[in-house]
């Protein structure tokens, strides 16, 4: 990566951030499941060594995200420092944005630990943020840890929250997945998406969802043969699909030839976990046949990294 205008100001410190997409719930996994995709957003933050701040931002976003304090990564990174009771320092922020805005694939969970992370390398070695800490911090911003999870440490992970706070697992991923997302040009938001969910579902609703959970673990990490019957989903994604006629009728005629296609986050993204990726250039093959508007066809494998921060020198990448 290039970031904008990058390079570092002699005597001031910069961080390099590099942090995945994500895609939560998986079908039945509502709230609970995410999984870290190859898609990156990628930033440097140079301490200005005065007051002030200087934005620069490339890419996804460039045109409608703020360029002031209440951007997202300085958001994060000053809820990180005020965490330590530290003041933020003036900063400059410079990146390069690839995450989708608005699509379902975790732009703001990606933005939110971006920040922290970049916080945290500004403060080490004084002060340490560890995983924990970082993963409390991102969940008090995006409000649950679904996306966040994934983000900071790569792969499938499973996500909750009890009472010491939110809490993770990371497993690895089989080999015989391989992921493919159709992007569409238009959004979603995702607190509409989330108010189209009722209240109160059927018991035997929940029940359902609960079996397609627990299988698509193992589909994920040990049978991929499975997907499909291990993505099905009835908590969410049909109460959502008024809202997105396109992605829903995506995601059936996927699902109707055999493909584990579910809604990507809160949409209107479709992800498929395909078994093989043979069998991805076939469901996008066929997803070219069903829409009617442009799709972005993307075949991505699953980060095992997550989210990542080093020390910057100019012209290093």
């Not at 989708?100 to 920040?115: E, I, K, N, W």
Request: aromatic letters at 4%; proline letters at 6%; zero cysteines.
């Amino acid at each position: 990566m290039n970031a904008a205008g990058g390079g570092e100001r002699a005597g001031h410190r910069s961080v390099h951030v590099r942090v995945p997409a994500t895609s939560a719930n998986l079908g039945p996994g509502f709230d609970t499941l995410g999984l870290a995709l190859s898609v990156y957003d990628e930033l440097v933050v140079t301490e200005l060594g005065h007051d002030g701040l200087e934005i620069h931002v490339t890419g996804e976003g460039a045109a409608s995200v703020p360029m002031d304090a209440s951007h997202l990564v300085v958001r994060a990174m000053a809820h990180a420092f005020a965490s330590v009771g530290r003041p933020l320092p003036g900063v400059r922020l410079e990146a390069v944005n690839a995450v989708p805005h608005g699509r379902g694939l975790g732009s703001s969970g990606a933005a939110v630990v971006a920040g922290l992370l970049a916080a945290k390398g500004l403060l080490e070695p004084e002060v340490e943020l560890d995983a924990d800490a970082l993963l409390r911090l991102a969940t008090e911003l995006e409000g649950h840890p679904d996306n966040v999870a994934p983000a900071l440490f790569g792969g499938l992970t499973i996500a909750w929250v009890d009472e010491t706070g939110p809490q993770h697992k990371k497993l690895l991923v089989h080999r015989g997945v391989s992921p493919l997302v159709f992007v569409p040009e238009f959004t979603m938001s995702t607190s509409v998406a989330r108010s189209l969910n009722p209240l109160n579902v059927p018991r035997e609703d929940a029940v359902f969802n609960v079996s397609r959970s627990a299988l698509l673990i193992a589909a994920l990490t040990q049978s991929p043969e499975l997907l499909l019957a291990a993505t099905e989903d009835k908590l969410h994604q049909n109460y959502r699909a008024q809202a997105m006629p396109e992605t829903d009728r995506l995601v059936r005629a996927l699902r109707a030839e055999g493909f584990a296609a579910v809604v990507s986050g809160a949409g209107p993204s479709v992800l498929v976990l395909a078994d093989g990726a043979g069998r991805r250039l076939e469901a996008a093959d066929l997803a070219h046949s069903v829409v009617d508007t442009p799709w972005d066809a993307r075949m991505l494998a699953v980060d095992f990294k997550g989210g990542t921060v080093k020390e910057y020198t100019e012209g290093s990448t």
